[in-house]
């Protein structure tokens, strides 16, 4: 889900990383989110805004996750953050996360987004071998926080 206005007129992709290549998930306007089915285990997804940013999925069959892409100021780009059940700033039991969820429009991948990004990829796939390495630097607290753990999902 993507809510907040802040920095809205900057345009996000979202993509899955599998064995260190990208797959489009979607762009992500303000005010919509995405749906995105995927199997069981640990997943990377990056976010890119005007910098790319990740989170770390080990996710279960069987249960929906949830995740909102935030303003991150300290890379000018978007974080993918786990919505927890109810132990993190971002988790399901607060009124924000009411508001994302409702006041969000679920869209679908657009027909022309596999040419798009036939087209991008490479550009994309450099911007994440760039970012990914920094993020191999964060803390594993930091990696923890932006980690979905089996539990988040409902």
Known sequence: MRKSFVASAVGVEIFEV??????FVGALPTGNKIAHRTSPGTKVYMAYGAAADFMVANVVGGKTYYSIVRPNWGTGGFAPTPIRQTTSEYNMQTDDFKSWDS?????????????WFAENKAKYQ?????????????????VAQRT???????
């Open 103 to 115: 006041g969000t429009t679920l869209i679908e991948k657009k027909p022309t987004a596999a040419a």
């Open 148 to 154: 979905l753990m089996p539990e988040d999902g409902i």
């Open 126 to 142: 450099a911007i994440y071998e760039e970012y990914w390495r920094r993020f191999q630097n964060k803390t594993p607290d930091e």
């Open 18 to 23: 599998v064995d260190d290549e990208l797959s």
